[in-house]
């Protein structure tokens, strides 16, 4: 079975991008570490790691 690319355009990518960065500098006002999130959010540390990115290929569900 092949896996197929999502294709986003580079205005939606920016916004993923600027949507991870807002919760990365909301994340460290509050002094919590990517761990402490990744447990409240019952994910993993990975996963927060590539929503702070902006990583198209994450599940959405945890916002």
Known sequence: ???RKQ???P???????QMGENM???RKRRKLSAVQIAERADSA???LYQIEK???SVN????
């Not at 959405?60 to 916002?63: E, V, Y």
């Open 1 to 3: 079975m092949s896996v």
């Open 7 to 9: 294709i986003l355009f």
């Open 11 to 17: 205005k939606h990518q920016l916004r993923l991008k």
């Open 24 to 26: 990365k500098l909301a």
């Open 45 to 47: 540390r990975t996963t």
């Open 54 to 56: 902006g990583n198209s």
């Open 60 to 63: 959405r569900c945890l916002f």
